[in-house]
DNA sequence: TGATCGTAGATATTCGAAAATCTCATATGA
DNA sequence: TCATATGAGATTTTCGAATATCTACGATCA
């Protein structure tokens, strides 16, 4: 794989964006340990590069180290859900805010351009199946863009991983609702309107989570 | 050095945690690349624990490694440090509202036991000279304590982190100001009043800025 | 002159194996 | 029986060296 400059992707790099994509959409279960030897055959990597991979994934909350026992997936639980989505909805719509403020054409070009692929995609869904992964990326996309123009780089990285955590929670497909609350969110942002923004994104998230909770008891 | 339980840490944690100090109290210029075959010399580690350290900075935001040209200490900037008092507040506002609404007595005993401690450190600055390692442990001890019953900790960690990385503007002692507004929000904590306590802490940060600010000009 | 290419040295990345540590079953003694 | 010691095997941590990559300087050519 290469990145966007054309400069191939170092081994470490790339094994790093399958094992955080891994545990984002539960290849890797929660919880479970992660023997190096075994894991250097599944990535095609040696044990150093991969602690180098674990080492910045436990950093980022997806792994946990403990001691001299090694790595495991970070557990999830409807507390941990629960705290994401609340520092979720703070920082989002914090950066919402100040993003509408201070947003110009060039980030209306950039929310209606995240949009458009964001509801193409959910549309295809119908159709051709859910592709979590993709859905994750254009959801993303379009949030991010969103607070494209809150000026502050930290809270935007902070959001970023926030909303990766979120996400592992996140992963079956909720429908109508959710297509209706993301034309909403552009709608507002184009008219600036973050009262409106503000209560469709808590109940995004908020039904997000009421969802995630019902499909845990179902198992 | 061992850890609280007597378990003696590993090469890799201690180096970890001395290069992140390095990073945070300046020893380590921030946009310094820092080269491997040095660094092994100075932290008595091997390139391959090195590494593994370097990438968990990397994670945290205290170091930043470029494509396959090694790692550099993150820069410094006022909009960076701007960015970080921003979100400092946006976090440590929410944390300290969950925390004096749930706060029992236990919380308060933790905040009064934070506050002593740290006051005690303020006072000896003028007799015995700053300690900013020491400063700063008290300080974030207290601010964490602040926040300790919000019930989030995702939440604590997030601010715990940004804290750090916004200590790195926030080395030289400011004196009786700072002593007061500690004290203020002990007060307001016992009292359980979030709406003084978040406009002493707007104080408290923005006057950090300010001062940090102020010693950029004379250099 | 200015630009491109090539090379040597410096540096980062990756690896496999040695050393340290942990785990768990088994043995020993109170 | 229960608690504690012991040791073999599994696993992690750490290391030094091999490999790959980058940087900067000088040579070559238009």
Known sequence: MTSLEGRPLSAG??????????IIFGVLTPSVRLKLDA???????????LREILNRLTSEGF?????QRGFEVAPISIQNL?????????????????????????????????????AATERTVLSEGDDPEL????????????ISSCGSRELMQTHAVVFDKYFRYALRYRG?????????????ALKRDIKSARAVLTD??????AHALASWNEG
């Open 13 to 22: 790099d790339s094994g790093y964006q399958r094992i955080r994509s891994d």
């Open 82 to 118: 629960r705290e994401l989505a609340g520092l979720r909805i703070l920082l989002e719509h914090h950066a919402m805010a100040e993003s509408f403020r201070a947003g110009d054409v060039e980030w209306e070009g950039r929310v209606v351009s995240a949009h458009h692929k964001l």
């Open 63 to 67: 792994v946990v180290a403990e001691g």
């Open 204 to 209: 995004h998230i908020n039904g997000c989570v």
């Open 176 to 188: 109508a609702e959710t297509i209706n609350q993301h034309k909403a969110l552009l709608e507002c």
């Open 135 to 146: 859905r994750k990326r254009y959801d993303g996309e379009f949030h991010q863009a969103l």
């Open 39 to 49: 894991m250097k055959e599944d990535y095609g990597v040696s044990i150093s590069t």
